[in-house]
Every structure is written in C-alpha cells, then in structure tokens.
C-alpha cells in the first residue's frame, strides 16, 4: 500500500527510507562510494545504524542479528564483498529468522575504485538471491520485498545497485510503515547454524532445494516485467540499463528482470521465442548472457568493447546497431591532487626525498602516485601496503630492501592492517621494516566518515577508542614514533630506515576538510559531559 506521499529521492535515500518503514533492528556497514550515503540517511531519518571496522565484521553483525530475528541492513561497495566473502558464503548455508539484506554497491566504470567487478557472480557462487533495482523507486521497492523474501525463505537478499541507481534521483512514492515487530529473541538451532560438516552436508542440500522453489516462484514474480513493444527486437535487462533501453529504443519488446538469481528461464526463454531478435543488454560481465546460453536460449550479447565502463544511452544506441566502429574518447578533466595544507603533503615529501620504495593503499593519500609528488609504488587493496611491503623487503637485496616503506591511512588501518601488523612482528625481514600511519582522524576518501581510532560513532557522538599505539605495542612493535608537527617526520623517517628492525610512525595531523567539524564535535561532546 502507498501513502501517496512522493518525495524525490536518490536509490541510496530510498534504499534507507524502505530500511526504516520496515523496522530494520540494524544497520551496519563500511563506508564506500557510491554505498555510504545509505547509512547516513538511515541515522538521519531516525533508523539505527553503525561502521563497522571492516565489511567482513559488519556482515557478521548483520548475521548475527538476522540469527536472533531480527532484520539487519549491511552495506558496501563492490570491492567490500570480497572482504565479507567468507561469512557470505557459509550464511547461504546457515540461511537466517530475521530478514537481512547485502547491499553491494558495484562502480561500472571505476568512478572511485581499483577494479569495476560484477558482483552478479557472488550472488550465483554462493548461492543467494539477487534483486536488481533500476531506479529509486525500484531501490524502495525491492528492499521490502526483499525482507519479505529473505524471511520468507530463510534465505539472506543481495540488492545489487550501482552508481547511477546509487547517486541518480527520482520521484518515489513511498508505502506505508510497518507496525513494530516483536522483540528479536534467540531460539537455538545449532544443526543450522553451527556449521560443523556433519550439519553443512545437509545445509547445502537445503540451500539447493529452497534456491529451486524460490526460481519457480520468479516465474511469476511481480519483480519482473514485460514491456510490450515491436517484436522484431526484444531486449532483456536489468538494472539502470532498463531505462537506457527504454529511452534508446522506445519501440523495443523488453523484458525487465528484477530477480536475476535465480533467473527465471521459462519466462525469458517464453520471451526469446517470442521476439525476431533477442538482445541481452546489461554492463560488465556477460552474466546474463551465459546464463540464458547455458539454459539453451539463443540471444545476443554486446561487442566486447562494451564490457568496460558505465553503458549510457548512445553506447546502448551503439549496441543495438552492432557499431565496433572506435567509440570518441572521453574527454580529460583536470587530474585529482590531494588537498592544499593536506598533512599527507609532507609526509610523501619526506619520503620523496629518501628515495624510498613505497607500498601505498586505499586513500586520500593514493593521489600521491601523481604529479607534483610521483611516490607511491604498489597499491592493490585495504590494507596490502604492509603485506606487499614485507615481501619486498624479504625479496630484494639488502640495500634496496631498505629503502622500502608501507604507508597506510588510519580508517584503513583499522579496516585490515591490524593482520598486516601482526605478521610484521611475526615474520620480521631481516632488514626489519618501516610502517607509517597517516593519521587524519577521519574517513577522508570516502565524506569524513567515523572510525574506530577516532572516538566516535557514526553519529559523532563519542563512542569508544581504539589507540593505535598502543595496540601496536601489544603486538610487540618496540620502535614507535607518534609526529604531530611535520618537521619531525623527516628525523623519525630518517632513523627508522636506518634500523634493522620494525618501526612504526604514526603522522597525526587532522584533515584540514574534517578540523572545523571535529572540532564543533568535540566541543559538543564537552558540554554534555559538563550537565552529566
């Protein structure tokens, strides 16, 4: 039911909006582009939400209250499934009570990422359903059904969007909120959750036999939708590249699948047979295509050329007419750099200057790969600069080994370099090593988000602290540097290269975007501190 009330909302927006009006117990996640704004919206909106240290944690969370039934929302970028793979791929297993929804946000074209991958292939390898949204209404939409068919079914809902669904805004006319549910209560099932092998054999027998009966359900299911039009070309889809086939070829038969795992084969194969040609139209991976090709049904994919980037309308234009002429080359905007007084500045100065070897990662600090500072050497994934690091240090001869130095952001730290610390003390290189932890006290990269090590929560308000110091001295890192005034950095990086030990540096310089407002957070949490 509608409440006729329609608000102009982005699928991120929306996405939070559906989280809220069906009583989600949690929200938990990491921030990533296009996929942060959900969780901030659900706080702003009233809902409860929370970061977690990395996506793997926040997944468990999220499990874990779907285990005592309750409904949990976790969110992340494309690139934060890998992370939350392990817990994914057994929670198919386990199946869930409360509903939970993964939301993977995927980045077509790389506007903010290291890879463009298809998380379609995540929701088919561990074998979960996948709803598609194409837009904001959509994004609304599918994430109440997808409660209803996550505890319907037992079974954990993948709501894959992308960037253009993510950030892009349309009217939605929203429904109604749901009445409060009962209090979530834990009720033992071990042979389900408690996956030993003599109780996961049979779990997966489960998951198969509910993975057939929910694909003869999306038969019928009201998430997909048939577009009647001229049968000479017949177009199935999914996602954002609905509305570019709709608008590049408004006479097209198309077929909408908002269910696209399990796929619902005889209404595509109905539909295939039905049209003169029959047009597989959706970004990234061939997906649909070899799926529809394993089942029997004949279709045709894109070129080749296509599988990269973002499709838009012209590129659908282009597809449709078989063009492989060259596409124009987009044109070059003006290059990124990090920020004017960004303390990050000087560190990769210092560094610049040592000739050192740098194993960087994910971060403001990333853009130190470009002009004017050139310095950043390996960079794979959160948390790979100590990893990568160590190995040079262990391959390379002495002198050059030397020279090489992890640097690492402090949000990112607390996402996964926390391992990286402890095989850096486990399994020192003989020449030691050198670790240096930009410290700007938030999530820069992604808004200024909260942390771990900053002290508060998602909301901003004070929550606990992890300090890294001293953690790295539980871990037995004996050589600690903490560098508030960036003319010291020179000294600290100079003598730490001079070791044959493990060294650690942390920068501490507060991001020059963020000050104004740590500082407004900081001093309000001062006055509530003074009338408690």
């Known amino acids: 039911m509608r409440d006729n009330t329609q608000q102009l909302l982005s699928g991120n927006e929306a996405i939070a909006l559906a989280a809220l009006h069906m009583n989600v117990t949690l929200g938990t996640g ?74 993977s946000a995927d980045d077509p074209g790389l506007a903010s990422s290291q890879n463009e991958q298809d998380n379609r292939r995540y929701a088919k390898a561990a074998g979960i359903i996948m709803l598609e949204p194409s837009d904001a209404q959509d994004a609304y939409d599918f994430v109440r059904t997808g409660f209803e068919l996550s505890e319907s079914w037992k079974m954990p809902v993948m709501l894959r969007v992308t960037t253009r669904v993510c950030h892009s805004k349309n009217v939605v006319t929203p429904g109604v909120a749901e009445p409060a549910g009962s209090v979530p209560r834990f009720e033992r099932d071990a042979q389900s959750y408690v996956m030993v092998p003599a109780y996961a054999r049979p779990a997966h027998r489960r998951l198969r036999e509910k993975l057939a009966k929910v694909r003869e359900w999306n038969e019928h299911s009201p998430l997909n939708r048939c577009i009647d039009g001229d049968k000479s070309l017949g177009i199935v889809t999914s996602g954002v590249c609905y509305l570019h086939a709709r608008e590049a070829s408004p006479e097209a038969r198309i077929l909408k699948l908002g269910m696209t795992h399990p796929l619902p084969v005889h209404l595509i194969r109905e539909f295939a047979q039905g049209v003169d040609r029959c047009l597989v139209l959706e970004e990234n991976d061939p997906y649909l295509v070899e799926s529809l090709r394993t089942e029997g049904i004949s279709c045709e994919g894109k070129l080749d050329m296509y599988r990269f980037g973002e499709l838009n309308v012209p590129r659908v234009r282009r597809i449709i007419a078989r063009d492989s002429s060259p596409e124009a080359m987009a044109a070059k905007g003006k290059p990124p750099q990090l920020c004017q007084g960004c303390p990050h500045r000087q560190a990769f100065s210092v560094l610049k200057k040592f000739d050192c070897v ?46 090489v130095v992890s640097v690492i952001g402090d949000s990112t730290f607390m996402h996964s370099g926390l391992t990286g610390l402890a095989e850096m003390v486990y399994n020192t290189p003989k020449t030691g090593h050198v670790l240096i932890i930009l410290d700007n006290g938030t999530t820069a990269m992604t808004g200024m988000q909260e942390h771990p090590g900053t002290g508060r929560g998602l909301d901003h308000n004070p ?69 408690k």
């Open 463 to 531: 929550a606990g602290r992890v300090v890294v110091e001293d953690v790295a001295r539980a871990m037995g890192v004996k050589n600690i540097a903490v560098i508030g005034n960036p003319s010291a950095l020179d000294a600290a990086v100079k003598e730490a290269l001079g070791r044959d030990e493990v060294s650690l540096i942390i920068m501490r310089r507060v991001c020059k975007l963020a000050e104004t407002k740590i500082k407004a957070y900081e001093e309000a949490a001062g006055k509530c501190n003074e009338h």
């Open 358 to 403: 740098v194993a960087g990662d994910i971060g403001c600090y990333t853009l130190s790969v470009l002009p004017p500072f050139e310095t950043m050497d390996t960079c794979v994934c959160m948390g790979a600069s100590i990893g990568v690091g160590l190995g040079m240090r262990h391959a390379l001869p002495d002198d050059e080994a030397r020279r």
């Open 30 to 103: 990491y921030p990533g582009t296009p996929s942060t704004e959900i969780l901030e919206r659900l706080a702003h909106i009233g809902g409860r939400s929370q970061w977690a240290p990395n996506e793997k944690v926040a997944l468990e969370v999220g499990i874990g209250v779907a285990f005592a039934g309750g409904r949990s929302l976790v969110t992340m970028k494309h690139v934060g499934v890998n992370v939350a793979a392990d817990p994914l791929f057994t929670m198919a297993y386990t199946g869930v009570r409360g509903g939970l929804i993964l939301v």
